[in-house]
């Protein structure tokens, strides 16, 4: 039963960061196709399949605690999330996929079709990586967002008899990187795709999946440290 838990927490988790990913990305997409509103909307249904994976991990971490289930057993269980998210990353940096999965969706959920020469032109559109492949605060935002979604259960985990106390402190914790992240990463995105260069906008879908993996690759290593740090 145990093991049936921690596998379906890793894929609970695994959806609601990949779809998180995902919108902004697909947005992304949408604009060099020239569909920036029907990009806003895409994102929008793919933050619900966020939303539905974030309830059940949450649902599934509370019963871990409940049952007191060792600190150590979940930061182990934390840092293999971390890493798999990060490295179900990498993926996400082929651009053709992406885009068949924008096409495909506006055809299933607009009943919209693209011209076959401006997906050609989107797959064509390159940018300079060199210059932005990592973002600090992207990566930052990243790894707080983790730590602050899991971490308060290892608190939880440790202090048994504070724990439903202990639980509400990641809303503190992902509130202030949720602030940071609309007033500074979510706004140089929408600035560059409101641009609409699509060398930006090419530039833009690999730093911030890079930056992104990285930030839940510290976040791993963050979760192994814990360790070292609480009785």
Not at 88 to 100: D, E, S, V
Not at 124 to 130: K, L, P, S
Not at 182 to 202: H, P
Request: hydrophobic share 55%; proline share 3%; glycine share 6%.
């Amino acid at each position: 039963m145990f093991t049936l838990l921690v596998a379906l927490l890793l894929l609970f988790l695994l959806c609601m960061f990949l779809m998180d990913t995902l919108q902004v990305l697909l947005r992304a997409v949408s604009t060099m196709l020239d569909a920036p509103v029907l990009g806003a909307h895409l994102g929008s249904v793919f933050m619900l399949a966020n939303r539905a994976a974030t309830a059940l991990a949450l649902l599934t971490i509370g019963y871990f605690v409940d049952s007191y289930v060792a600190r150590g057993t979940l930061q182990w269980t934390y840092a293999a999330a971390a890493s798999l998210i990060a490295i179900f990353h990498i993926p996400l940096l082929a651009r053709k996929p992406l885009i068949a999965v924008t096409v495909k969706a506006s055809t299933l959920l607009y009943r919209k079709s693209f011209q076959p020469e401006l997906i050609a032109r989107s797959l064509a559109a390159g940018g300079d990586r060199a210059v932005a492949d990592v973002s600090t605060p992207i990566a930052v935002i990243a790894t707080v967002g983790l730590l602050g979604l899991l971490g308060p259960s290892l608190l939880a985990a440790t202090y048994p008899d504070y724990r439903a106390t202990l639980m509400q402190t990641g809303f503190i914790v992902n509130s202030a990187a949720s602030i940071i992240n609309v007033m500074y990463v979510e706004r140089q995105i929408a600035m560059t795709l409101d641009e609409g260069d699509e060398r930006k906008i090419s530039s833009l879908l690999h730093s911030y999946t890079v930056s992104r993996a990285v930030g839940y690759l510290l976040a791993a290593v963050a979760f192994l440290a814990i360790g070292l740090v609480l009785p």
